[in-house]
């Protein structure tokens, strides 16, 4: 479906105004007071057909902020605010008006704006994350921005629109700007009705943060031609960012480098791109934050030299963190420096280490940030060395559980399932030894099934068929609600009748049970999720896993995971763009997970083939 951007309308003016005015010019003109003539309202707010028919109206409305008669002040107030975001640019200048009066009313103009974000025509899930915008601290803004980018079929898209034009504060203007930015990878196949939507929305405004979007959007027709005026905008906000009180970041700065960097990658630039890693290095050496995220960024693209230069240049960062040291680690090994990686490493665990209850605590956290961040070498060692510490007292089982379970997940995620079955085993040893169960009643069976199925998958990919059967089916009867479990039987080939008719009859009964949670929990992402997940690889209803998989998006739309659910129901409904669409704002979000990257290959090569397919029956 083409995506239509929705207008903000501002409220109209409606008969109480304009009683009100003319009870003022009345007033006025019975205390001598002197009032410009003014074209007599109409009863609706000004047409905002376009920015630059507007623009004498709001020039002169904005002086008349500063007359000398109070009421023609006011009348100007009332105008303008009827004017809504359509007056946002020319209040924006205002704010410094060598008249002070002027500058403070159009300051308060801008305050209020800023307060009602959603628009009567946002949809449901928008206006959540827009009603208390306003209230939020920085940081806070700034997830809400990315939330709206992921929103499902880019519902988000128009408020995100409307942020990066209105927000007040410029740096958050430029964040919206890359929220957008990044629905849109370089070199990957655009959805194009997307495109034009955000460049309809966005399309009168002169703000440097348009300018950013539309720029990029650019690139999808010449890349070449575009590539100089992005290099130019970079130029710019570097200088913006040594001048005092600027409207940037290093981080800001640092994200439009690297976009420069993907599109010189595409072509193959190999001069202009080790310049430009080095340009992004030295920026981010003096700020911490740029730091943190630019250290991924290395991480996602495997650029190992330039990690390794910025752990030199930003020693002092680095020495204090030891994720960062850790990724200093897999630099330094992946070049060919392993005795330098384990002496860095060994700094990074050391770095950590206190009380062994507190030490358990943060290795553990550790772990799960290093595997987060696709550091898997590293995250295994620190679970081990979780498991390794935790035996030594019963009173630290409960962290030998929890490490176990992450690293069988993570073993599993990397397609080593012979090892996750063996972590598996672990976990269960640990969990009947455990006098108090953390994980609840009934955990022990859910468990056992995971590890049959860890092992049925191994014995798959060991070309065992006969032995990955008998692995399914332990793993069914120890938990027949289990839905990785049910998926791979569903997908058994060669079993009869009866057996196919049981499996049919138990995925239905799962998916009754969770619709029946999710009946009594609307707001509960997981059961939406799982749902989806379960119909979308089996069978039944697909428009409901559909529902189900959006619904789970638009209460946390950040997660890849949920969008690799979205991919498989539309692969099952044979819709091969649409899934791989899908598959990579899951990749997006979580870059380092292996099955993801895994299936976004497979969703893209069926979207080839069925392009393929379609032109050769065109002929």
């Known amino acids: 479906m083409r995506l239509r951007p929705k207008k903000f309308r501002p409220a109209a003016v409606g008969a109480a105004t304009v009683w009100l005015l003319a009870f003022v010019v009345r007033s006025a003109l019975a205390d001598n007071m002197q009032a410009p003539t003014l074209p007599p309202p109409t009863g609706e707010a000004p047409e905002a057909s376009t920015a630059s028919g507007l623009q004498p109206r709001i020039t002169t409305l904005i002086e008349r902020l500063g007359h000398d008669n109070y009421f023609v002040r006011q009348q100007a107030e009332k105008e303008l605010t009827a004017l809504g975001f359509d007056a946002f640019d020319a209040l924006s200048a205002a704010v410094d008006h060598e008249d002070l009066e002027i500058a403070a009313r159009a300051r308060s103009l801008l305050n209020r704006l800023g307060q009602v974000w959603a628009s009567d025509e946002d949809p449901p899930e928008v206006r959540a994350f827009l009603d208390d915008y306003q209230w939020q601290d920085r940081s806070t803004r700034r997830q809400r921005l990315r939330s709206l980018a992921y929103l499902p079929d880019g519902a988000g898209i128009a408020a995100l629109g409307r942020l990066v034009r209105f927000e007040r504060s410029a740096v958050l203007s430029k964040y919206a700007a890359l929220a957008l930015i990044e629905r849109f990878p370089a070199g990957e196949p655009w959805d194009e009705d997307l495109a034009d939507a955000v460049e309809q929305q966005l399309r009168d405004s002169r703000r440097a943060a348009v300018g950013w979007v539309r720029t990029w959007l650019a690139f999808r027709r010449d890349p070449q031609e575009v590539l100089p005026r992005w290099t130019a905008l970079i130029d710019t906000e570097e200088t913006r960012l040594r001048q005092p009180s600027s409207a940037t970041s290093a981080e800001l700065v640092s994200q439009l480098i690297r976009r420069r960097i993907e599109w010189l990658n595409r072509r193959h630039a190999q001069a202009e791109l080790a310049l430009a890693m080095d340009r992004l290095v030295a920026l981010a050496a003096g700020d911490a934050e740029a730091l943190r995220s630019l250290v991924d960024w290395l991480l996602r693209r495997k650029a190992w030299a330039a990690l390794e230069r910025l752990g030199s ?307």
């Open 313 to 619: 240049q930003a020693g002092k960062q680095f020495a204090g963190n030891p994720l960062l040291l850790y990724a200093l680690a897999q630099a330094q090994a992946e070049l060919g420096h392993p005795q330098r990686a384990a002496q860095t490493s060994e700094v990074a665990r050391k770095s950590l280490d206190g009380g062994p209850v507190h030490a358990l605590a943060l290795h553990l956290a550790l772990a799960e940030q290093l595997r987060t961040h696709g550091l898997h070498g590293w995250a295994e060692k620190e679970y081990r060395y979780v498991l390794d510490l935790a035996g030594t007292g019963n009173n630290m089982k409960e962290y030998a559980i929890a490490a176990r379970s992450g690293l069988a997940e993570m073993l599993h995620d990397l397609g080593r399932d012979d090892q996750a079955a063996t972590a598996m085993e672990g976990l269960l040893a640990d969990l009947q030894e455990h006098q108090t169960n953390p994980f609840g009643s009934g955990i022990l069976s859910t468990m056992q099934a995971r590890l049959h199925y860890f092992r049925a998958r191994h014995l798959q990919q060991q070309g065992e068929h006969d032995q990955y059967r008998d692995a399914l089916r332990r793993a069914i009867q120890s938990d027949a609600s289990d839905i990785d479990v049910l998926i791979a039987c569903y997908r058994l080939p060669g079993e009869d009748a009866a057996y196919r008719q049981k499996i049919r009859a138990l995925i239905k009964h799962a998916a009754e049970v969770l619709h029946q949670q999710i009946e009594q929990n609307p707001d509960d992402p997981t059961a939406c999720n799982q749902f989806a997940w379960l119909i979308g690889n089996t069978e039944g209803d697909f428009d409901a896993a559909l529902r189900h998989s959006k619904r789970s998006l638009q209460i946390e739309p950040l997660s890849g995971g949920y969008y690799d659910t979205l991919a498989h129901v539309y692969f099952g409904k044979k819709d091969y763009e649409r899934a791989f669409r899908a598959q990579l704002l899951a990749v997006q979000l979580e870059p380092h997970s292996g099955l993801l990257n895994k299936k976004l290959k497979v969703f893209h090569e069926a979207w080839e083939e069925e392009a393929i397919s379609s032109d050769e029956q065109n002929r």
